[in-house]
């Protein structure tokens, strides 16, 4: 069996469509253009092409940016001062704050100091707490990709088992808590595993839909597959071979139904939710 390519290339291609013409509608009932405001401290080149990505992306949705560039020494209090200001801006509905920041410089504080109605990655505590009470307010970017993949996709979730490969704040954490949420994009029984799981492999191969978000290239293996199973592969991981996935793409390609590539996988869908949240940010304040 190969399995079937879930093209979130193509998927996300498909809904930046879709944004246009919302952005477009909403601009004439509204004569308002959502806008982001990126942050970028200092010069990581990962995290240059994330915020280029982004941009380049807003561009052709119809969505406003603009970059806000900061050198690496840059004071937590100007990187606050700076947030302060985004906030007050009435011109600007989200505010993304590229991560990572440079070690002095503490990201909690810095994220607890987005105005959360901005807050498009939902990265800030009072969206976490809504998130985790099943009600959110905006729902993060990868997570929300990874769902949107699936649902778009019909793959179902609910009566699942669903194993989560990876308990970051960013990826794992998020995705469990929509997955266990009550409806048809949820109601799943889902397992989180992590760095200290002992015998990942007979975890993962009790999965229906097993999520890799990992950071490690190909760890997961055909071995630790149940046949059958839907895979998707957060992971991003820069190898001498170019960018390969958490998951042993070749292999499980011959062991599951579903399965995402890397690249043109999650990673596009990442972008094009953070655009969503960017237009539902102007909604809500418009109102
Ligand atoms: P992270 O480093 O914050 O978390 C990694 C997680 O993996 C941790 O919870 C850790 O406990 C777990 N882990 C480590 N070793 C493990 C092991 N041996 N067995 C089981 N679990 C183990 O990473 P993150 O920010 O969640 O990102 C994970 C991956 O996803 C990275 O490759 C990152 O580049 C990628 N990523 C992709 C997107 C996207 O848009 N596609 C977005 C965010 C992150």
Redesign the pocket.
Known sequence: MTAIILDGKQLAQDMRGELAEEVTDFFENNSITPKLAAVLVGEDPASEVYVRNKQIACQKAGIESELHRLDADTAEDDLLALITRLNKDNDVHGILVQLPLPGHISTERILRAVNPMKDVDAFHPENVGLLVQGRPRYLP??PS?VREILRRYEVPTVGKHIVI????????KPLANMLLTRGADGDATVTV?????SD?AEITRTADILVA????PR?LTAEMIKPGAVVVD????RTEDGLVG?VDFDGAKEIASHITPVPR???P??VTMLLFNTLQAARLQAF
């Open positions: 970017c990868t990709g490969a990876g308990r970051s704040d960013i990826v794992g595993c992590h760095s200290k799981t990942l978000a990992i950071g490690r760890m957060v992971g991003i991981n958490d996988g999650v990673g869908m990442t």
